[in-house]
T-cell receptor
Framework: NAGVTQTPKFQVLKTGQSMTLQCAQDMNHEYMSWYRQDPGMGLRLIHYSVGAGITDQGEVPNGYNVSRSTTEDFPLRLLSAAPSQTSVYFC????????????????FGEGSWLTVV | AQSVAQPEDQVNVAEGNPLTVKCTYSVSGNPYLFWYVQYPNRGLQFLLKYITGDNLVKGSYGFEAEFNKSQTSFHLKKPSALVSDSALYFCAVRDIPASSNTGKLIFGQGTTLQVKP
C-alpha cells in the first residue's frame, strides 16, 4: 500500500512549455484533489474529483486541466507554463467513510516542486 | 465564506515546555477540523481531526487539540515539546459534511514551530 504517489518530484520548465504532473493512489479513494502551496498562503485547491469521470474547479483553476479516467489516477496538466505557476504541488485523496476512523481524512502525496523560468 | 486563520507565523518554545499553535475558523455550518504537519521538502502528514463528539481530540506524536465552538477555535497543543517537533503546521477546515465537499479543505497560512534545546 503506497498511499498517494506523485511524479516527478522536481521539474524545471520554460515559459510556454506544457507538462503533466502524475498522481496515483492505491487506497480506492473516490475523492482526489490537487493543491498548490505558496509561501505565506497555505495550500489552495486547484481542481478536485469526486469519482471517475467527474471533476470540478477549486479556488485557483486557471492554467490547469485535470481528468479522472480511473479511480486510481488524477493527472494535473499545465497547458502553457507561466512563472506564476512556480510552486509546490500536492495531490491528495480521501473517502467519506462515515463511522470509519480514517474517513474524511485527506492523505497527501510527497509533493512536486515545479519551477517555471 | 469559509476561512481559517493562524495568527502566528512562528512559535518559539524551549524543549520540554508546553506548546500551543493557534487556529481560528469561520464556516457557515458545522466544521470538520484538521491539523497537518509538514517537514522540510516533504508532504503533509495528518496529525488529528475533529468531526464530532469529544471536544478534546488526541492525535499522533502526543499532540492534541481542543474544539471550542463558542470561540471558533481549534488550537493545537502538546504538553512537552521536542526538538523534533520543529516543522510547519497547518490548520484546515471542511465546511458542512456534504459529499460534494469531501476532499476540499480550506487551509490556514501555516505556523512554523521552532523548538530549541
Amino acid at each position: 500500500n503506497a498511499g498517494v504517489t506523485q511524479t516527478p518530484k522536481f521539474q524545471v520548465l520554460k515559459t510556454g512549455q506544457s507538462m503533466t504532473l502524475q498522481c496515483a493512489q492505491d487506497m480506492n479513494h473516490e475523492y482526489m484533489s490537487w493543491y498548490r502551496q505558496d509561501p505565506g498562503m497555505g495550500l489552495r485547491l486547484i481542481h478536485y474529483s469526486v469519482g471517475a469521470g467527474i471533476t470540478d474547479q477549486g479556488e485557483v483553476p486557471n492554467g490547469y486541466n485535470v481528468s479522472r479516467s480511473t479511480t486510481e489516477d488524477f493527472p494535473l496538466r499545465l497547458l502553457s507554463a507561466a512563472p506564476s505557476q512556480t510552486s509546490v504541488y500536492f495531490c491528495a485523496s480521501s473517502y467519506e467513510g462515515r463511522g470509519s476512523a480514517s474517513g474524511n481524512t485527506i492523505y497527501f502525496g510527497e509533493g512536486s516542486w515545479l519551477t517555471v523560468v | 465564506a469559509q476561512s481559517v486563520a493562524q495568527p502566528e507565523d512562528q512559535v518559539n518554545v524551549a524543549e520540554g515546555n508546553p506548546l500551543t499553535v493557534k487556529c481560528t475558523y469561520s464556516v457557515s455550518g458545522n466544521p470538520y477540523l484538521f491539523w497537518y504537519v509538514q517537514y522540510p521538502n516533504r508532504g503533509l502528514q495528518f496529525l488529528l481531526k475533529y468531526i464530532t463528539g469529544d471536544n478534546l481530540v488526541k492525535g499522533s506524536y502526543g499532540f492534541e487539540a481542543e474544539f471550542n465552538k463558542s470561540q471558533t477555535s481549534f488550537h493545537l497543543k502538546k504538553p512537552s515539546a521536542l526538538v523534533s517537533d520543529s516543522a510547519l503546521y497547518f490548520c484546515a477546515v471542511r465546511d458542512i459534511p456534504a459529499s460534494s465537499n469531501t476532499g476540499k479543505l480550506i487551509f490556514g497560512q501555516g505556523t512554523t514551530l521552532q523548538v530549541k534545546p
